[in-house]
Antibody, heavy 118, light 108 residues
Framework: QVQLQESGPGLVKPSQTLSLTCTVSGGSISRGYYYWGWIRQHPGKGLEWIGYIYYSGSTYHNPSLKSRVTISVDTSKNQFSLKLNSVTATDTAVYYCARDTGQYFDHWGQGTLVTVSS | EIVLTQSPGTLSLSPGERATLSCRAS???????LAWYQQKPGQAPRLLIYGAASRATGIPDRFSGSGSGTDFTLTISRLEPEDFAVYYCQQYGSSPRTFGQGTKLEIK
């Protein structure tokens, strides 16, 4: 059974870079077939797809986040990461990593709350 | 992008009753590329339905999905206590993938 776990700072200052890592267990990112993605949920609100990466390194992200998003993969550690730069209070959210079929998300991490505040 | 509107915002029902949740898209969702998720407080969403009508692994058969085009429905035939949660639809027929705002299913 695939399991995902997010890690990273829970507090980021405005204008700085949010950095999160997702560690995958029970399955290898290098196996291919699946994408590995990030989704966020603003407090008390709905879900927003951020982007995904394939084990080869190819990525795609939601155009609404413009060019602030970088997603990378480290297959040796079975991890993938999210960087979101120039953050503001509107980036405060619970961030989830998930196994992405390219269509829907079939396994999710438990989520981590990131607050943007000085 | 496709906007998904879920209704009602809140649905109050009793265990044993039938729940019908709606998801309407601002434009046609190609090939019934729609999924449903369940989210309980403090937990991540859980995939229930994909392809508008296919149950995900381990999902009880009291959950069923239907619809096509712009109108989709999630039905829970007989509510169990553990079914009270927030439900989201998500389309993947068009990029970017988008979610509805959710329907809260609460105990009456």
């Amino acid at each position: 059974q695939v399991q995902l776990q997010e890690s990273g700072p829970g507090l980021v200052k405005p204008s700085q870079t949010l950095s999160l890592t997702c560690t995958v267990s029970g399955g290898s990112i290098s196996r291919g077939y699946y994408y590995w993605g990030w989704i966020r949920q603003h407090p008390g609100k709905g879900l927003e797809w951020i982007g995904y990466i394939y084990y080869s390194g190819s990525t795609y992200h939601n155009p609404s986040l413009k060019s602030r998003v970088t997603i990378s993969v480290d297959t040796s550690k079975n991890q993938f990461s999210l960087k979101l730069n120039s953050v503001t209070a509107t980036d405060t959210a619970v961030y989830y990593c998930a196994r992405d079929t390219g269509q829907y998300f079939d396994h999710w991490g438990q989520g981590t709350l990131v607050t943007v505040s000085s | 992008e496709i906007v998904l509107t879920q209704s009602p915002g809140t649905l109050s029902l009793s265990p044993g009753e039938r729940a019908t949740l709606s998801c309407r898209a601002s434009q046609s969702v190609s090939s019934s590329n729609l999924a449903w998720y369940q989210q309980k407080p403090g937990q991540a969403p859980r995939l229930l339905i994909y392809g508008a009508a296919s149950r995900a692994t381990g999902i009880p058969d009291r959950f069923s999905g239907s619809g096509s085009g712009t109108d989709f429905t999630l039905t829970i035939s007989r509510l169990e206590p553990e079914d009270f949660a927030v439900y989201y639809c998500q389309q993947y027929g068009s990029s970017p993938r988008t979610f509805g705002q959710g329907t809260k299913l609460e105990i009456k």
